[in-house]
């Protein structure tokens, strides 16, 4: 069993989507349990990188992306840098680095394309997104997420942002920390962000007070529709949002936030085994200035209904349900409901990778290719133990903590 005491709050919330406007016709489009059809697409690997390669180093590699001309980037976390690699996996160049200059960044979460050609670099706190060229790494500007209203006291961090068919949307957490009382006050949102670079639509918000003495965590009340994979815009600039744990249901919105359609599908959410709650449990310790607070959990017996949405260049809507990633670390099998761009349930998807899933993680890139990261939780691990602020026990060995990126031919679309 692993344990990790962790320094700083992760604060959930946004427990659901702030109301359509009034008299806004809705669509709903309801689909069966059963696909239409279903397909096993056997997973062929075109190119690997990493573990002994003299050629490229690879520190901790933690979001893959598709680009322009079929090169692939590759946010590493723990070197503070983006690699860019051809279509056929050869190494050509590195863009970013540590620091807080232009064009630099510290503690990266994420990235993505702009539709002006730009590549923007996410970082966590201060939340800032940070533009370079994705062809030389020239910077190209940067924006600030709270724009410096926090206040005394207070912090923005970015939790994920995107930028796709002309709309821009950030999801972050706004913290105030009240050590007088031994208080977090937090409000978790997705917005919206307009062409002068303000906010224009919060899609989602929940305030949220803790307690640094003794706190609860109500899965089901705290879902947060604005979390990583739970949240995506499609090629034309539409939302889409998980907004419920119980339901498989997916709102989507127009470029202005509006609600425009619901998407459901007939899905009873597996049970979640006892082993399954109990490393919920223990996958959070905090001490904030040397205070622990009790944590009391209200787990849900079901899992959450939508795992992850994630929306391709052809407009096709892949979501991965309760049941979608059952098989992963032993047989290495991942499934997903495919959606046309209108809603409608298509087809059931199994991407059958020729290895167990078990330490890795299997990324689904918007042009249809698949990537995997080979041997990311036991790095994760690795880096975790040299933490001194950080204590880990394991029974089981940390293993080859090298890490590779392996790409599969084939096209799911």
């Not at 936030?257 to 597996?270: K, M």
Request: one cysteine or more; aromatic letters at 6%; charged letters at 30%.
């Amino acid at each position: 069993m692993i344990r990790h005491r962790l320094r700083t709050l992760v604060l959930v919330g946004c427990a659901g989507l702030l109301p359509a406007a009034r008299g806004h016709a809705v669509e709903l489009i309801a689909n069966p349990a059963q696909a239409p059809r279903e397909e096993t697409l056997q997973l062929r690997e075109r190119w690997r990188v990493g573990a002994d390669d003299d050629d490229v180093l690879l520190g901790q590699i933690t979001v893959v992306i598709s680009g322009p001309d079929g090169e692939i980037f590759a946010l590493d976390t723990q070197l503070a840098h983006v690699l860019v690699f051809g279509p056929d996996g050869t190494y050509r160049r590195t863009l970013g680095r540590e620091g807080e200059g232009p064009g630099e960044f510290r503690q990266p979460i994420g990235m993505f394309l702009t539709g002006d050609g730009r590549l923007a670099v996410q970082q966590a706190f201060p939340g800032r997104l940070v533009y370079v060229d994705p062809a030389d790494g020239t910077p190209r500007g940067s924006w600030d997420v709270g724009h410096g209203d926090d206040g005394p006291g207070g912090m923005t961090f970015l939790t994920f942002a995107a930028e796709r068919g002309g709309t821009f949307a950030v999801a972050g957490n706004r913290s105030l920390f009240d050590m007088e009382h031994r208080e977090i006050h937090g409000t978790e949102f997705l917005a919206v962000i307009g062409p002068d670079g303000q906010e224009s639509r919060r899609l989602c918000e929940l305030p949220t007070t803790r307690s640094l003495v003794a706190m609860t965590i109500d899965e089901l009340a705290e879902h947060n529709p604005a979390d990583r994979g739970l949240w995506a815009i499609s090629p034309d600039g539409l939302i889409y949002t998980v907004p419920t744990w119980t339901d498989y249901l997916i709102e989507v919105h127009d470029r202005s936030g509006e609600l425009v359609r619901r998407i459901s599908r007939a899905h009873e959410a597996r049970r979640r085994t006892e082993a399954e709650k109990a490393e919920r449990r223990e996958s959070m310790r905090m001490n904030v200035d040397g205070m622990v607070p009790d944590i009391t959990w209200k787990l849900q017996d079901r899992a959450r209904a939508v795992d992850r949405i994630q929306i391709l260049d052809d407009g096709s809507l892949w979501v991965r349900d309760s049941r979608g990633d059952l098989a992963w670390d032993e047989a290495g099998r991942q499934s997903f409901g495919v959606f046309d761009a209108t809603g409608r349930l298509q087809r059931q998807v199994t991407l059958a990778a020729p290895l167990p899933g078990e330490g890795n993680r299997l990324v689904l890139l918007d042009d249809g290719r698949v990537v995997m990261i080979k041997g990311l939780e036991s790095l994760a691990i690795s880096i975790s133990a040299g933490d001194e602020d950080e204590t880990i026990t394991s029974d089981e060995p940390l293993g080859d903590t090298l890490l590779e990126l392996i790409c599969f031919e084939g096209d799911p679309r």
